[in-house]
């Protein structure tokens, strides 16, 4: 037998081997392609943590391409010093949540900042200021008149009351004080009551009780419509309204009546477990107290003096926005622009955080309803403040909790799409009077009375 025969059959099952193997790595499976990662930084503790982590969770189940990584970095200022900080080593987040405070910084930061107007018009998405109820969209806007950042928790001063404690002070937990004087005169009635717990607080102070203080009564905080102006700006909130209203207080910190806690929010914590019967803050602290305070709960506006006005005038926005930062790749960004574009913002977001800052157009279901049954003037027995049993079975989230939406809705000027840019960012300090909007968070002997301009 010759060599050429004895070794045709190697050579065949070699072949047939290399058949074999090419037919099994043409069956093998494709590798999945890569899903992109989106870092959001943010600033939300607690409940409204958790919907920030719910928000991301279901933009990432509705498609697979981008995954948004929802970060908490501690407070708002941590969190913005953690953005800044990690730009300049070239580790920025995509999305930085930044509270209103900090956006002189961000608009100031030439070069980090990728405005969102941009990223959604690359991605043949929209975000335009007229999306937004005019007094909000006026804090976001850059030079151009379109959006630096995007809207993403707005809110105001409101008054916290525990009926529990009004109920055992001998008050009526169904007409709340809606006057500093009457405010005053029910924290005195609950320090006597109960001396060893705290009858009224706050948290903010300057914000509070500066701020919004000076502008709820019309008043100037400082000269250049309130800085906004120029450079030159000379503070003037040392005047009768401010120093009478901090004499008050300091008064009631004297008496035991008034607890001062510290400069920013730490003490919200004494409200929710029941320590202090009433308490100025914003909105935002609905998510905690939703599901932590074991007692019965309502919120109202803030107080106002009516020797100084007949009823409020005008509110500073609090909360925070988006800002995407520079230095990511076109497909970073479309994925940034598809979450920014997603629906949460419509519906999911406002039940937890404060206010939507959407227009009334773009608003959720529940809040284009209650806007349809206070316009009409449909008086209720039940405020929809209250934390009723009734209202937590339907978790429907508060009406208070929009407080500032009613009020935004007619406080920027109806020409401010055809003002200059300068113009409408002078607005923002203080807006154009909003009447009979006190309403909008009744008490609940009268409920949702008038909703003016809704």
């Keep these: 037998m010759s060599r050429a025969t004895r070794n045709a059959p190697r050579g065949g099952l070699v072949r047939l081997g290399l058949l074999i193997a090419g037919l099994l790595l043409a069956l093998r499976p494709l590798p999945a392609a890569a899903v992109t990662e989106l870092q959001f930084w943010h600033a939300l503790d607690g409940p409204n943590g958790e919907l920030v982590t719910r928000l991301a969770e279901t933009f990432n189940a509705s498609q697979a391409d981008y995954r948004v990584v929802p970060v908490y970095k501690g407070s708002y200022a941590e969190t913005i010093s953690s953005g800044i900080t990690a730009y300049r080593t070239g580790a920025a987040p995509h999305l930085l949540q930044v509270f209103e405070v900090g956006n002189g910084t961000m608009a100031a930061a030439i070069g980090a900042v990728r405005p969102v107007a941009t990223v959604m018009r690359e991605a043949g998405l929209s975000a335009m200021p007229e999306d937004f109820l005019p007094v909000v969209a006026t804090n976001y806007l850059d030079s151009e008149g379109g959006m630096l950042s995007l809207p993403f928790n707005v809110s ?172 990511k790749t076109p497909d970073e960004y479309r994925g940034v622009a598809r979450f920014l574009a997603f629906p949460w913002r419509d519906a999911s977001r406002p039940r937890c955080t404060g206010t939507p800052a959407t227009s009334p157009r773009r608003a959720p279901p529940m809040l284009t309803r209650w806007r349809r049954a206070s316009s009409s003037g449909t008086r209720s027995s039940t405020s929809p403040c209250r934390n ?65 301009g809704g």
């Excluded at 000269?223 to 009631?252: I, K």
């Excluded at 009546?257 to 400069?263: E, G, K, S």
């Design 156 to 327: 105001s001063t409101v008054m916290w009351i525990n009926r529990d404690r009004f109920r055992q002070a001998g008050l009526d937990a169904h007409h709340l004080p809606a006057t500093w004087p009457e405010v005053f005169a029910a924290a005195r009635r609950l320090k006597a009551a109960d001396g060893t717990r705290c009858a009224l607080s706050s948290a903010w102070p300057t914000w509070v009780h500066l701020e919004q203080l000076s502008v709820w009564h019309d008043r100037p905080l400082a000269t250049r419509s309130n800085g906004l102006d120029g450079y030159d700006a000379e503070l003037v909130f040392n005047g009768p309204l401010q120093v009478r209203h901090l004499q008050n207080l300091a008064d009631l910190h004297r008496a035991g009546v008034f607890a001062y806690n510290d400069r920013v929010n730490r003490g919200e914590s004494r409200f929710v477990s029941g320590d202090c019967a009433i308490f100025l803050t914003s909105p935002s602290l609905y998510g905690k107290v939703s599901t932590a305070a074991r007692f019965d709960w309502t919120v109202a506006p803030m107080p106002f003096y009516p020797d100084v006005v007949a009823e409020p005038q005008n509110a500073i926005l609090g909360g925070g926005s988006l800002y995407v930062m520079q230095g």
């Design 388 to 452: 009723s049993p009734d209202a937590r079975r339907r978790a429907t989230p508060p009406a208070c909790a929009w407080a500032t939406c009613c009020r935004s809705a007619t406080c920027g000027p109806r020409s401010w799409r055809r003002r200059s840019t300068a113009r409408s960012r002078r607005s923002r300090r203080s807006a154009t009077p909003w009447r009979g909007a006190t309403r909008c968070c009744g008490s609940s002997s009268s409920g949702p009375r008038s909703e003016h």
